[in-house]
């Protein structure tokens, strides 16, 4: 039905920078807020960033003023841009969409399969 194709992910040094991308692609009618989480080894997975349809953002207390989130909706894509970051950082990175496959029906979450950002000198 609904596919979530993530890109962008690797090696950084601390202090570098990556751009994640997610592209959602198959039967969609709306997407509504969509959304970054992580998971590090270990622990809980959890969420990072989310904008809405609106284009109103929040993020998690830890990577405010570093991250930005945003998306194109012409391209039911959404960004993830990682600046100054940190070996705490360090995890698989998933993204998330709320989307809406048919008339008839109601929204759905959908996720990616997750790329790997290590931050590590």
């Known amino acids: 039905q609904v596919q979530l194709v993530e890109s962008g992910g690797g090696l950084v040094q601390p202090g570098g920078s990556l751009r994640l991308s997610c592209a959602a692609s198959g039967r969609i009618v709306a997407i509504y807020a969509m959304g970054w989480h992580r998971q590090a080894p270990g622990k809980q997975r959890e969420l990072v960033a989310i904008?809405?349809?609106?284009?109103?953002?929040n993020y998690v207390d830890s990577v405010k003023g570093r991250f930005t989130i945003s998306r194109d909706n012409a391209k039911n894509t959404v960004y993830l841009q990682m600046n100054s970051l940190k070996p705490e950082d360090t995890a698989v990175y998933y993204c998330?969409?709320?989307?809406?496959?048919?008339?008839?029906?109601?929204?759905?979450?959908?996720w990616g399969q997750g790329t790997q950002v290590t931050v590590s000198s």
């Open positions: 904008i809405s349809s609106g284009g109103s953002t």
């Open positions: 998330n969409a709320n989307v809406k496959s048919s008339y008839i029906s109601g929204s759905s979450d959908y």
